[in-house]
């Protein structure tokens, strides 16, 4: 019980630390619980001591589980020579902005163990220039990554060319107007709260917070709109599968967070693809629900394939309404009168 409150006289702390670990699994109960409270309270001349050796890999998992927000533990726990995947993995996907910056700068460890590139990219915390960068990285290299619309993201990575100094456009010219009304209707004072910030390379740049959502998106490059397709909000995913790049479209439509409410609103969009509207189309738990159904059949984007389908699965009311709709195409009225005809020859 002494050993698992952290004291034995004259054991050097690294050894202690380790003791204490190795007790936090102890048969005795009441040893183990003593133990783990130990472990997460270390006194900090203990800690730092302990952590100036070369730890064993099953103790700096365990000091990653019980100080991942801690800056200054964190940073020492990367310089351990025999820090393993799995406190990597602990580290990246607890991280803060500034954590996954750490955590993301020894790009050797990073190629070693790509799970790590993965939390990185799925932790929302991390800012969007480290996630860009570590997926960047990933695809020169070759790496295939277990993340949602990987894919297109890489793709898009590929795909990416630095435009000509002439084509590039000027961003702040060209949403001045936008602004300058948010910044009023947030009544804001320029003279009391900036709205330009100065970005990692020292430029200024309008903040983020006095800008329209579709304009902060427009600002992005492709891979940065496929993360945010992926992991970001509603509103964002419905305004990036709107988007005219198909990949970033995908990741919208592909994304784990889309579901149905947000399908629903998708398949009445006349905005989206073909692309879009066929996966929606596909995917049989939202075609379950009847007004996605209405809705891909009434959108004239609909793949025709998918719409003739879908037309037999209609109400009686609603094919009888399509059938002299101006709002649809002349080939969907024509389908809707030929469902209704074998209706009445059946009954």
Same mark, same amino acid.
């Given at each position: 019980?002494?050993?698992?409150?952290?004291?034995?006289?004259?054991?050097?702390?690294?050894?202690?630390v380790?003791? =204490?670990?190795?007790?936090? $699994?102890? &048969?005795?109960?009441q040893? &183990?619980?003593?133990?783990?409270?130990t472990?997460?309270?270390?006194?900090?001349?203990?800690?730092?001591?302990?952590?100036?050796?070369?730890?064993?890999?099953?103790?700096?998992v365990?000091?990653?589980?019980?100080? +991942?927000?801690?800056?200054?533990?964190?940073?020492?726990?990367?310089?351990?020579?025999?820090?393993?995947?799995?406190?990597?993995?602990?580290?990246?996907?607890? +991280?803060? $902005?500034?954590?996954?910056?750490?955590?993301?700068?020894?790009? $050797?460890?990073?190629?070693?163990?790509?799970?790590?590139?993965?939390?990185?990219?799925?932790?929302?915390?991390?800012?969007?220039?480290?996630?860009?960068?570590?997926?960047?990285?990933? =695809?020169?290299?070759?790496?295939?990554?277990?993340?949602p619309?990987?894919? $297109?993201?890489?793709?898009?990575?590929?795909?990416?060319?630095?435009?000509?100094? &002439?084509?590039?456009?000027?961003?702040?010219?060209?949403? +001045?107007?936008?602004?300058?009304?948010?910044?009023?209707?947030?009544?804001?004072?320029?003279?009391?709260?900036?709205? *330009?910030?100065?970005?990692?390379?020292?430029?200024?740049?309008?903040?983020?917070?006095?800008?329209?959502? *579709?304009?902060?998106?427009?600002?992005?490059?492709?891979?940065?709109?496929?993360?945010r397709?992926?992991l970001?909000? &509603?509103?964002?995913?419905?305004?990036?599968?709107?988007?005219?790049?198909?990949?970033?479209? +995908?990741?919208?439509?592909?994304?784990?967070?889309?579901?149905?409410?947000?399908?629903?609103?998708?398949?009445?969009?006349?905005?989206?693809?073909?692309?879009?509207?066929?996966?929606?189309?596909?995917?049989?738990?939202?075609?379950?629900?009847?007004?996605?159904?209405?809705?891909?059949?009434?959108?004239?984007?609909?793949p025709m394939?998918?719409?003739?389908?879908?037309?037999?699965?209609?109400?009686?009311?609603?094919?009888?309404?399509?059938?002299?709709?101006?709002? =649809?195409?002349s080939?969907?009225?024509?389908?809707?009168?030929?469902?209704?005809?074998?209706?009445?020859?059946?009954?």
């Open positions: 019980m002494m050993a698992a409150g952290g004291v034995v006289p004259g054991l050097p702390a690294w050894d202690l380790t003791v =204490v670990a190795l007790l936090m $699994e102890a &048969s005795d109960a040893v &183990s619980t003593k133990a783990r409270e472990f997460r309270s270390l006194p900090q001349p203990i800690l730092t001591g302990a952590l100036s050796h070369d730890l064993e890999p099953s103790v700096l365990l000091l990653a589980d019980a100080y +991942a927000t801690n800056a200054t533990v964190v940073e020492k726990l990367l310089r351990m020579p025999r820090i393993d995947a799995a406190t990597l993995e602990i580290l990246a996907e607890r +991280a803060d $902005e500034k954590l996954g910056e750490i955590v993301a700068t020894n790009e $050797e460890r990073l190629l070693a163990n790509p799970t790590v590139i993965e939390k990185l990219y799925l932790n929302k915390r991390v800012r969007m220039s480290t996630a860009d960068r570590i997926l960047e990285l990933a =695809v020169r290299n070759g790496l295939t990554l277990s993340i619309a990987f894919k $297109e993201a890489a793709q898009a990575i590929q795909n990416e060319l630095v435009p000509e100094a &002439s084509e590039e456009p000027t961003y702040e010219d060209k949403i +001045a107007k936008e602004i300058d009304e948010l910044t009023e209707k947030l009544n804001l004072d320029p003279a009391v709260e900036d709205t *330009h910030v100065v970005d990692e390379e020292g430029e200024e740049q309008v903040a983020e917070k006095v800008l329209p959502l *579709h304009a902060r998106l427009a600002s992005m490059t492709i891979s940065q709109k496929i993360r397709a992926t970001g909000t &509603s509103a964002e995913r419905l305004l990036l599968v709107r988007d005219t790049n198909r990949l970033v479209a +995908a990741a919208a439509i592909d994304s784990p967070m889309t579901n149905e409410h947000d399908a629903m609103r998708i398949s009445a969009s006349r905005q989206v693809s073909e692309d879009v509207l066929r996966h929606i189309a596909l995917n049989r738990e939202w075609t379950r629900q009847y007004q996605i159904k209405l809705n891909l059949v009434m959108n004239p984007r609909t394939s998918f719409t003739a389908r879908l037309i037999p699965q209609l109400q009686d009311h609603d094919v009888r309404g399509l059938s002299k709709s101006k709002n =649809v195409s080939t969907v009225r024509q389908l809707c009168k030929q469902q209704m005809a074998r209706k009445e020859k059946k009954g």
